[in-house]
């Protein structure tokens, strides 16, 4: 069955930076793209990053571009967030998610069971 | 960006009433949307993509509709698993958004 495992989350101090791994098995991983999305303690759902099944395509939110950085790993399937200049808005649960479409980047059909991220001093 | 807005924030029902959630989207989104369901602590779990199409191994009293700026999920009869949060989410484009949720809690 398909398994996202996140890790890499912890306490980081503002301005600081952290790399999230998520180690995907049960299903080809080079097929799909896979996101990250994060939720902010008490709040809703934001979409933080894509990246596509073959790595040449990466897309982020406006909040994130410049500071973050989505990559993939086929040897060890996994994807990566490396997250610089963190900002305490930045604090939240990520999710690592795989697309429902093979190929292409849609909606998200599983989730990882979230890594939580709080940035402060 | 797409702006995705719901309504209503909260809504209150009982078990066994018909429940309708709308999103509506900033701008034409054709039928690229998705609803999602969360429970506390959990992660989302996709419900309707492509607007109407049913994930598989979702009730059947869930369902989708609408294209363009305007959607809706509608749950026919509310039962006691169905009490969450609900998000809407679009993907016309590359850069993906959600909407603010809907919390359906017990009347």
């Known amino acids: 069955q398909v398994q996202l495992v996140e890790s890499g989350g912890g306490v980081v101090q503002p301005g600081r930076s952290l790399r999230l791994s998520c180690t995907a098995s049960?299903?080809?991983?080079?097929?799909?793209?896979m996101h990250w999305v994060r939720q902010a303690p008490g709040k809703g759902l934001e979409w933080v990053a894509v990246?596509?099944?073959?790595?040449?395509?990466?897309y982020y939110a406006e909040s994130v571009k410049g500071r973050f950085t989505i990559s993939r790993d086929k040897s060890k399937n996994t994807v990566y967030l490396q997250m610089n200049s963190l900002r305490p808005e930045d604090t939240a649960v990520y999710y690592c998610?795989?697309?429902?479409?093979?190929?292409?980047?849609?909606?998200?059909?599983?989730w990882g069971q979230g890594t939580l991220v709080t940035v402060s001093s | 960006d797409i702006q995705m807005t719901q309504s209503p924030s909260t809504l209150s029902a009982s078990l066994g009433d018909r429940v309708t959630i709308t999103c509506r989207a900033s701008?034409?989104?054709?039928?690229?949307l998705a609803w999602y369901q969360q429970k506390p602590g959990k992660a989302p779990k996709l419900l309707i993509y492509?607007?109407?199409s049913l994930e598989s191994g979702v009730p059947s009293r869930f369902s989708g509709s609408g294209s363009g700026t305007e959607f809706t999920l509608t749950i026919s009869s509310l039962q006691p698993d169905d009490f969450a949060t609900y998000y809407c989410q679009q993907y016309n484009n590359y850069l993906l958004t959600f909407g603010g949720g809907t919390k359906v809690e017990i009347k």
């Open positions: 492509k607007a109407s």
């Open positions: 049960g299903f080809t991983f080079s097929n799909y793209a």
């Open positions: 701008q034409s989104i054709s039928i690229w």
């Open positions: 998610a795989r697309d429902r479409t093979m190929a292409a980047m849609t909606s998200i059909d599983y």
């Open positions: 990246i596509s099944y073959d790595g040449n395509n990466k």
